[in-house]
């Protein structure tokens, strides 16, 4: 079976850190693009960070960028975000997923990325 599984989410206070990671079963990470993306209730889900395949180029939306960093492990065939001085706005559930076409570059515009596999979801909450 073909499927990415997030951990890592939980409850912290605010400037608070958390890593997410992001790992496949069933088919090889670094073939892919990878991206993240977070979905608060009652707003659209929104592209947070995306990595290349070979980890070379990354791509950020602009309110986490400074704070939040995309890595990858392709021998371990895991994904991280590593998420330091959170704000209680990055409260969310936050996805990862796969992206075959975009491998080589991370679009733009991360929303645009053609997602092939979604993970399931790790809650994050912000909060004092």
């Known amino acids: 079976q073909l499927q990415l599984v997030e951990s890592g989410g939980g409850l912290v206070q605010p400037g608070g850190s958390l890593r997410l990671s992001c790992a496949a079963s069933?088919?090889?990470?670094?073939?892919?693009?990878i991206g993240w993306f977070r979905q608060a209730p009652g707003k659209e889900r929104e592209g947070v960070a995306c990595?290349?395949?070979?980890?070379?180029?990354?791509n950020y939306v602009d309110s986490v960028k400074g704070r939040f960093t995309i890595s990858r492990d392709n021998a371990k065939n895991t994904v991280y975000l590593q998420m330091n001085s959170l704000k209680p706005e990055d409260t969310a559930v936050y996805y990862c997923?796969?992206?075959?076409?975009?491998?080589?570059?991370?679009?733009?515009?991360?929303?645009?990325?053609?997602?092939?596999?979604w993970g399931q979801g790790t809650q994050v909450t912000v909060s004092s």
């Open positions: 990595i290349s395949s070979s980890g070379g180029t990354t």
């Open positions: 997923a796969a992206d075959f076409l975009s491998a080589l570059q991370c679009p733009i515009t991360i929303a645009t990325m053609r997602i092939d596999y």
């Open positions: 069933g088919f090889t990470l670094h073939r892919y693009a």
